[in-house]
């Protein structure tokens, strides 16, 4: 996929045209937010000079609401972008999936926000997305099983200091055939973890204190799993008996 030749590529914001762009929303910073944003929706009539691949928005300012961040979630998205970053710092702003995402978009990373929307009758899958990294996202277990469900062809799936999932469980109805890696960090609520049905796991790092189930049958390449010293326990990759 497109999105793995785009890392070694530098981030850039100079006001011109460019397949990275970056944006970092301050208090009273120069050029202000809704300058940003107006072209940011200019670019949508550039044509392929207006065309993002990569896009960076890091909300440190109280001032953003939702609907100012739905702007500039929407404006990227209609630029055609495939991998997207947003961090807002400190604001209770939520990001609306799939709707925030956009066609195109094939690499998600979203740090300190909450999640909206995956439960409306709306909700289409994202064809294109192959990774999720998720960072001190507010989202429960209900959330966390219906983003999975509308990424048929999830390869990467990142949880890191999330709060309010207790339970990570992939079904065989969610399609996912294509999961390679998987990387679970301090998410402190979980109580269970399981995989038992996806085969194509190659790559599984875990830190935490809960049990999980591991397919058995996985041909893996890279397990990395570190457990704290109150809470270790026995680990075993198994097939799981019904």
């Known amino acids: ?11 850039e914001d100079d006001g011109n ?10 208090p009273h ?16 009539f550039q044509g392929r000079r207006g065309r993002i691949d990569r896009y960076s928005l890091v909300v440190d300012t109280l001032a953003m609401r939702a609907r100012g961040l739905d702007r500039y979630l929407a404006a990227a998205a ?4 495939e991998l997207r970053r947003t961090c807002p710092a400190d604001t209770p702003l939520l990001f609306h999936f799939p709707a925030g995402a956009g066609p195109a ?6 740090r300190g926000i909450g999640v ?16 999720v990294l998720l960072h001190s996202v507010r989202l429960d277990d ?4 219906r983003m999975l469900a509308l990424c048929p062809r999830l390869r990467v799936l990142g949880l890191c200091s999330c709060t309010g999932i207790s339970r990570v469980v992939v079904m065989a109805v969610m399609g996912l055939t294509s999961l390679r890696s998987v990387t679970i960090v301090d998410c402190t609520c979980l109580i269970g973890v399981d995989f038992t049905v996806v085969s194509s796991l190659r790559s599984f790092r875990y830190s935490g204190g809960c049990f999980f189930y591991l ?19 026995n680990v075993l990759i198994c097939q799981k008996v019904y």
Request: hydrophobic share 40%.
């Open 1 to 11: 996929r497109a999105w793995r030749g785009l890392w070694a590529r530098r981030w």
């Open 17 to 26: 045209p460019s397949p990275s762009l970056h944006h970092h929303l301050r």
């Open 29 to 44: 910073s120069t050029p202000s937010s809704n300058k940003l944003l107006e072209a940011l929706e200019l670019r949508q």
């Open 78 to 81: 209609r630029c055609g972008v």
């Open 105 to 110: 978009l094939a690499r998600l990373s979203l």
């Open 116 to 131: 909206s929307g995956l439960q409306g009758r709306a909700a289409r899958p994202c064809a294109a997305l192959e990774a």
């Open 142 to 145: 209900r959330d966390l099983a």
């Open 215 to 233: 397919p058995g049958d996985a041909l893996f390449a890279d397990i990395d799993i570190r457990f704290g010293v109150k809470t270790s326990r």
